[in-house]
């Protein structure tokens, strides 16, 4: 059984074991032997292909895997050591491998009327893999439900009870699936064009994972519907964590963070409005480091990273990242990567994609 402990560099080479790393070219091992933590995350190479990557937090590639098309974003399972890369809405692939290359990987696809949104996670015992998708003839968001042993084979799906079901992941004790659902309507035949941004209903969700059973709905008030609830992660309290686009006009400072719990009420973060301009309306990837107590989140648009106290919603810093995509738990803080390759202070000539996850818990 893989262990849930963190895994810093040590551990992703005992874990890889002596024919992955005989594999990896020299540069590659000596980026690992300089290496605290490993990370996952999409890319687009000079050439225009993509990939996934293993990656240190220095920015090192350690090894590639192709792919069919740009990937968004990413789970991996502590219980297994799988991860997973979903194609970027509306694609309909999505890649399950291991990053030590133990175990071949297996590309799943969605059903017919069907594409992923770009999104899932692993029950927290890596036996089934949840993954956002939309139902797009019907309007309606869906979890699709496949199951390791199976190869990954789809056996069922529950309502999201909502519309446009972006980023969703599952509580520790995997009980709860938690969905944002964005609200916004989209179909493939029309691209990546927002179909209802004049009736927007964005809301967050509790469902059952063992029934589909609707336990909580959160619908965002009408002065707000605009704001669409898009990433959501969860901290060492159990408390939800989730951070938002907004859709209205430029000059508004709504607010871009928020945090409930189960039986309770919706609540945002008070951000200073010059910390609120620097997202630019759009906070792309949210992330928790457990062990430090912090909330991070960034924006493209804005080109910054933030990081929040998850006690009291303070803001403890905000840096300024050129084309800020993806954040992870950090060995303190958090790994930030960039649209323009960069990661943490390095820079490569790949563009990393939207999303980052560390391969071990922080």
Not at 46 to 68: C, F, H, N, W
Request: proline share 5%.
């Amino acid at each position: 059984m893989w262990k849930s402990a963190e895994i810093d560099r040590r551990g992703f080479v005992r874990a890889a074991g002596l024919s992955f790393l005989a594999a990896l070219q020299p540069k590659a091992l000596m980026a690992l032997e300089r290496a605290d933590a490993v990370y996952a995350s999409g890319l687009r190479a000079k050439d225009g292909s993509y990939a996934i990557a293993t990656v240190t937090e220095r920015g090192d590639i350690v090894d590639q895997l192709a792919l069919p098309d740009r990937a968004h974003g990413m789970a991996f399972s502590t219980a297994t050591g799988r991860t997973v890369a979903f194609a970027r809405r509306p694609g309909t692939f999505a890649m399950i491998f291991d990053p030590w290359g133990k175990a071949e990987p297996v590309v799943i696809t969605s059903p017919e009327g069907r594409h992923f949104y770009g999104h899932g996670t692993f029950s927290p015992d890596g036996k089934l893999l949840y993954a956002s998708e939309n139902d797009f003839d019907g309007n309606r968001g869906i979890i699709g439900i496949y199951e390791a042993a199976s190869n990954f084979g789809r056996i069922g799906e529950f309502e999201t009870f909502g519309v446009g079901p972006h980023d969703m992941t599952v509580s520790d004790d995997g009980r709860l699936l938690i969905v944002a659902n964005g609200g916004i309507e989209t179909h493939p035949d029309f691209g990546r064009t927002k179909l209802n941004l004049g009736h927007m209903e964005p809301s967050l969700v509790l469902v059952d994972a063992a029934t589909g059973a609707l336990v909580e709905r959160h619908v965002l008030p009408p002065k707000l519907s605009r704001l669409s609830t898009r990433h959501v992660d969860v901290d060492a309290d159990g408390r939800i964590w989730f951070a938002c686009q907004y859709e209205g006009h430029r000059n508004d400072l709504p607010p871009l963070v928020g945090h409930f719990a189960k039986g309770e009420d919706i609540a945002f973060v008070d951000l200073p409005d010059d910390t609120t301009r620097k997202l630019a309306n759009y906070v792309g990837a949210i992330a928790i480091n457990r062990r430090d107590g912090l909330v991070g989140v960034t924006s493209p648009k804005g080109g910054a990273a933030v990081t929040l106290d998850a006690r009291t919603g303070a803001v403890v810093k905000v840096d300024i990242v050129a084309d800020a995509a993806g954040i992870a738990p950090a060995e303190h803080g958090f790994a930030v990567s960039s649209y323009d390759g960069g990661f943490l202070s390095e820079r490569s000539d790949v563009a990393w994609d939207q999303h980052i996850v560390r391969i071990g818990k922080a």
